[in-house]
């Protein structure tokens, strides 16, 4: 298996996006009243970091799947479903059997 290989300045972007959002930032130090805690950009950091491996282990679950549906539908059209197909007198018999209203056991 291959080493996946992420856009680190992707990872980056969104990582400053998170620290401009809820991190430490001046401007967030700044409006921070209530007193909450605000992350480290080392935080905002891991937060895109697992976001990034959280899309590409969906991708390839997503693949797995779209493999297996592929390979199910192949075999059905290789094996179409048996039918059963009656003959005229079996199909009068069970009908007779049925149409005097007795329990047959079924």
Known sequence: MEATKYNKSEIMKQAHTYYNMVGGSRKNRE???????LISFGECLRMAWRHAKR?????????????????????????????????ACVQAA???EYSRGRYMGD
Do not use: F
Request: net charge positive.
């Open 31 to 37: 409006r921070n009243k209530t007193g909450r805690t």
């Open 55 to 87: 899309e590409v282990s969906d991708a390839r679950r997503k693949e797995a799947i779209r493999k297996e549906r592929e390979v199910r539908e192949e075999w059905n059209r290789t094996h179409p479903a048996k039918t059963v197909v009656y003959d």
């Open 94 to 96: 069970i009908s007779a």
